[in-house]
């Protein structure tokens, strides 16, 4: 049976959506309009009590079990180890991709999404966060594009789940006022991985439903207002 990804078309949902298309596991898609407060309905948050996508459901999970599964680094863990491939069988090679794939969740995913958040959906503007989070953005840059002049990939000589994870974040640099032009390593490595038909068909999956400008003041409610607050 298919696994089931409740998902939107956000950096962490494209994250899953690539690993699946990688790893060539059939999956079925449960748009969870995150605008529209659908991560806020009973049905999700039996899944998750995070009310973040994306979320999971194995229904041949380890045992043969149903497993559901939040959080999209864990995901793609268990992902790589149902299927033995995305993330490397030596031991320290093993650990260089969680080591980079730790990089994005804790670094790349909040500091880019801090970004986005008050330059382009704050209500208001505050230069210092502003100032702030642009110059992370530019230093997290900084540190992928030393790593890769380094090695072909995030981890090492091989494509792995901690590349998947970063490059969703990485795509579209205009956004973040980013010309990848001035990160050569990083360059060659995001376009290598945007040329892979696995990743074009994960970037794909809801892409009409993909955020284009700004955002009604009703979703800006639901996404950053007090709805985020209230018990469920």
Do not use: C
């Amino acid at each position: 049976m298919p696994i089931e990804v409740w998902t939107w078309p956000t950096p962490n949902g494209h994250k899953i959506h690539i690993a699946l298309e990688e790893l060539g596991l059939p999956y079925t898609v449960v748009p969870v309009n995150i605008g529209a407060g659908d991560q806020f309905k009973p049905e999700f948050l039996a899944i998750t009590p995070n009310h973040r996508i994306p979320a999971i459901v194995d229904p041949d999970g380890p045992g043969g079990q149903r497993l559901t599964l939040f959080e999209s680094g864990a995901i793609l863990i268990y992902l790589a180890e149902k299927t033995g491939r995305l993330l490397p069988a030596d031991p320290a090679g093993r650990y260089r991709a969680l080591e980079w794939l730790m990089f994005q969740m804790g670094g790349v995913g909040p500091m880019f999404g801090q970004y986005g958040h008050f330059h382009t959906y704050a209500p208001e503007q505050i230069p210092y966060a502003q100032a702030r989070y642009a110059k992370e953005v530019g230093r997290l840059h900084r540190v992928l594009d030393k790593r890769l002049g380094e090695a072909e990939w995030l981890a090492g000589e091989v494509y792995s789940i901690a590349d998947i994870a970063t490059f969703p974040w990485i795509r579209n640099p205009a956004r973040r006022n980013i010309d990848l032009a001035e990160f050569p390593n990083l360059q060659r490595w995001h376009d290598a991985i945007a040329a892979r038909p696995a990743v074009q068909r994960g970037v794909a999956v809801l892409a009409e439903n993909q955020r284009v400008g700004g955002m009604s003041d009703k979703e800006r409610e639901v996404l950053f207002g007090n709805t985020q607050f209230q018990a469920r």
